[in-house]
């Protein structure tokens, strides 16, 4: 994925600053939570890559 955004390769740690809501998720194997965590990730990685817009 980092690669695909033109990000360096190497460790990334990242930290959630909410947690999934219980209620929406039946189980930390679900195919929902899955999907949402990957979705929540490649939008993170994507404002990663994004150029940083300095103030004239």
Avoid: I, N
């Amino acid at each position: 994925m980092q690669q695909a955004l033109g990000l360096d390769g190497g460790m990334w740690v990242v930290r959630l600053r909410l947690a999934f809501a219980k209620t929406e998720f039946s189980s930390a194997a679900s195919d929902h939570l899955a999907q949402a965590a990957s979705t929540e990730l490649a939008t993170l990685m994507a404002a990663a890559a994004a150029p940083v817009r300095r103030r004239p």
